[in-house]
């Protein structure tokens, strides 16, 4: 390189005069040309300083203002919406600080610092399907054992421990039974410090499952297959709540039904047929009632039931002993009977008896005033014959005797001959056939009407004598 040109090599050259004495002058060159050198290097560090330090006040804004434009983005990632059909709680450091807040937009301190929780406020139904059921063979989903006819499920005599499901009854039968659950989570705080969301079904589920068991271990069969369902599910209801309520839940249960029940699968035809019984009989109970209240009718119209009222009563005294009451409370039904007025517990009653009852009335009340006219005309009759007697007896007599003489040959059951004046004749005489079966069919007639009016009032005794429990007197 070209000592000229090379500043360093000239400046240890002049370096090298000044220790060689060499004039002053040139030193003194050199040196101003050193420090124009230095001065032009400080000038352009001074720019690249300035240039900098302007870099580093920039850099230094823009830190900053994103700082800032951090710090809002934190504050406001604390805005969280709350959807419908969900309550929210506001927490921090952990500690419900806001609780029930309704749908929308809410606030809270960020994460770490807190959160809006989110819960559902519905009514969310669980089934209780497969718990208390045989197995079922195949599918084994939800929809499809809620839903199966129950001649799928296992029927077995015997039940495996583990597949099959069953319910103990109070009296050591075996049922199976399915349910269904409607809860809500209604102490939202309580909910979310206790339960976590995945194990919540789980926890219902085991708390409604304990519940049936005690409940239908205090209960038979019987009560399971023929009464309501209703009060079984209030029990299970009430036991799996205070099970719930007890862990702190925060859920309550609005409903539990009892879908299906079954006693063991095995037995079930057995079950059935008894059922079917009880149904027959529960319905010729009510065409009983039904065929009471209407002969009821029939007999006595709408006096029937006061009627009948008065009769157990008087049957009642009757069975005390106490003869002046009965004889009073006789008095009454008579009233009753012809329709007057008659006072009952204090109140005046007006009966209108119609029907059969009114038509006997009627006929009895025909039959005595018929026998009255008839009495009193037999004894017109015999005044008469006897003040004729008295005025001419042989009169009378032929006169009688030739009445009846001619009544007596007018039946169509008498035969007459006529044989010549002093010729004697023997005569054998048969019955005649047509009139012996003629008498014989009007006695049989009236001999079965006999039993048949005989039949009745041995059957309306007898009703009497059930209904009252009266003991007919040993002859």
Same mark, same amino acid.
């Given at each position: 390189?070209?000592?000229?040109?090379?500043?360093?090599?000239?400046?240890?050259?002049?370096? /090298?005069?000044?220790?060689? @004495?060499?004039?002053?002058?040139?030193?003194?060159? =050199?040196?101003?040309?050193?420090?124009?050198?230095?001065?032009?290097?400080?000038?352009?560090?001074?720019?690249?300083?300035?240039?900098?330090? @302007?870099?580093?006040?920039?850099?230094?804004?823009?830190?900053?203002?994103?700082?800032?434009?951090? $710090?809002?983005?934190?504050?406001? %990632?604390?805005?969280?919406?709350?959807?419908?059909?969900?309550?929210?709680?506001?927490?921090?450091?952990?500690?419900?600080?806001?609780?029930?807040?309704?749908?929308?937009?809410?606030?809270?301190?960020?994460?770490?610092?807190?959160?809006?929780?989110?819960?559902?406020?519905?009514?969310?139904?669980?089934?209780?399907?497969?718990?208390?059921?045989?197995?079922?063979?195949? @599918?084994?989903?939800?929809?499809?054992?809620?839903?199966?006819?129950?001649?799928?499920?296992?029927? #077995?005599?015997?039940?495996?421990?583990? !597949?099959?499901? %069953?319910?103990?009854?109070? +009296?050591?039968?075996?049922?199976?039974?399915?349910?269904?659950?409607?809860?809500?989570?209604?102490?939202?705080?309580?909910? *979310?410090?206790?339960?976590?969301?995945?194990?919540?079904?789980?926890?219902?589920?085991?708390? $409604?499952?304990?519940?049936?068991?005690? *409940?239908?271990?205090?209960?038979?069969?019987?009560? &399971?297959?023929?009464?309501?369902?209703?009060?079984?599910?209030? /029990?299970?209801?009430?036991?799996?709540?205070?099970?719930?309520?007890?862990?702190?839940?925060?859920?309550?249960?609005?409903?539990? *039904?009892?879908?299906?029940?079954?006693?063991?699968?095995?037995?079930?035809?057995?079950?059935?047929?008894?059922?079917?019984?009880?149904?027959?009989?529960?319905?010729?109970?009510?065409?009983?009632?039904? =065929?009471?209240?209407?002969?009821?009718?029939? $007999?006595?119209?709408?006096?029937?039931?006061?009627?009948?009222?008065?009769?157990?009563?008087?049957?009642? &005294?009757?069975?005390?002993?106490?003869?002046?009451?009965?004889?009073?409370?006789?008095?009454?039904? +008579?009233?009753?009977?012809?329709?007057?007025? $008659?006072?009952?517990?204090?109140?005046?009653?007006? #009966?209108?008896?119609?029907?059969?009852?009114?038509?006997?009335?009627?006929?009895?009340?025909? /039959?005595?005033?018929?026998?009255?006219?008839?009495?009193?005309?037999?004894?017109?009759?015999?005044? !008469?014959?006897?003040?004729?007697?008295?005025?001419?007896?042989?009169?009378?007599?032929?006169?009688?005797? #030739?009445?009846?003489?001619?009544?007596?040959?007018?039946?169509?059951?008498?035969?007459?001959?006529?044989?010549?004046?002093?010729?004697?004749?023997?005569?054998?005489?048969?019955?005649?056939?047509?009139?012996?079966?003629? &008498? @014989?069919?009007?006695?049989?007639?009236?001999?079965?009407?006999?039993?048949?009016?005989?039949?009745?009032?041995?059957?309306?005794?007898?009703?009497?004598?059930?209904?009252?429990?009266?003991?007919?007197?040993?002859?």
């Amino acid at each position: 390189m070209d000592e000229h040109t090379d500043p360093t090599h000239q400046h240890d050259h002049e370096h /090298q005069h000044v220790h060689d @004495d060499e004039p002053r002058a040139a030193s003194v060159r =050199l040196r101003a040309e050193e420090g124009s050198q230095s001065v032009s290097e400080r000038q352009r560090m001074d720019t690249a300083n300035q240039s900098l330090a @302007d870099a580093l006040r920039i850099t230094y804004g823009l830190l900053k203002a994103a700082m800032v434009v951090l $710090v809002v983005l934190f504050v406001v %990632s604390g805005v969280q919406s709350i959807n419908e059909g969900e309550r929210g709680i506001a927490v921090r450091f952990g500690k419900p600080v806001r609780q029930n807040l309704e749908p929308g937009f809410a606030w809270s301190f960020p994460y770490p610092i807190g959160e809006i929780v989110r819960v559902e406020s519905g009514t969310v139904e669980l089934p209780v399907a497969a718990a208390f059921m045989p197995n079922l063979p195949g @599918d084994n989903s939800l929809e499809t054992i809620m839903g199966a006819n129950i001649e799928r499920f296992n029927s #077995s005599s015997s039940l495996k421990p583990g !597949s099959d499901g %069953s319910n103990i009854t109070a +009296d050591l039968n075996i049922a199976h039974t399915q349910w269904t659950i409607n809860y809500r989570r209604a102490d939202h705080a309580e909910f *979310v410090s206790n339960i976590y969301p995945e194990n919540e079904r789980r926890i219902i589920h085991s708390a $409604v499952r304990q519940a049936v068991v005690h *409940v239908m271990a205090e209960t038979t069969i019987d009560d &399971l297959l023929k009464n309501s369902s209703e009060s079984i599910s209030n /029990q299970v209801r009430e036991q799996a709540q205070r099970t719930l309520n007890g862990i702190g839940s925060g859920i309550e249960i609005d409903r539990v *039904v009892l879908t299906r029940k079954n006693a063991a699968l095995s037995l079930r035809s057995k079950f059935s047929s008894v059922q079917t019984a009880a149904q027959n009989a529960g319905k010729q109970r009510e065409d009983a009632l039904l =065929l009471r209240d209407q002969l009821l009718n029939e $007999v006595a119209g709408r006096a029937s039931t006061l009627l009948v009222e008065q009769i157990n009563e008087y049957e009642r &005294l009757i069975e005390l002993g106490e003869a002046d009451e009965a004889e009073a409370q006789l008095a009454r039904i +008579d009233a009753i009977l012809e329709g007057r007025p $008659v006072e009952i517990d204090g109140e005046t009653i007006v #009966s209108l008896v119609s029907g059969e009852v009114s038509e006997l009335l009627k006929d009895a009340q025909t /039959q005595a005033s018929n026998r009255v006219n008839n009495a009193i005309a037999q004894l017109e009759n015999f005044r !008469s014959k006897l003040a004729q007697y008295e005025a001419n007896p042989k009169l009378m007599i032929a006169r009688d005797w #030739s009445s009846a003489m001619g009544e007596f040959l007018d039946k169509d059951s008498v035969s007459t001959i006529l044989l010549p004046e002093g010729v004697d004749a023997e005569v054998f005489i048969n019955n005649d056939p047509d009139i012996a079966r003629e &008498l @014989d069919r009007i006695r049989k007639r009236r001999e079965a009407e006999e039993a048949e009016d005989l039949r009745r009032e041995e059957m309306r005794r007898s009703w009497y004598r059930s209904q009252r429990g009266i003991q007919e007197p040993e002859d």
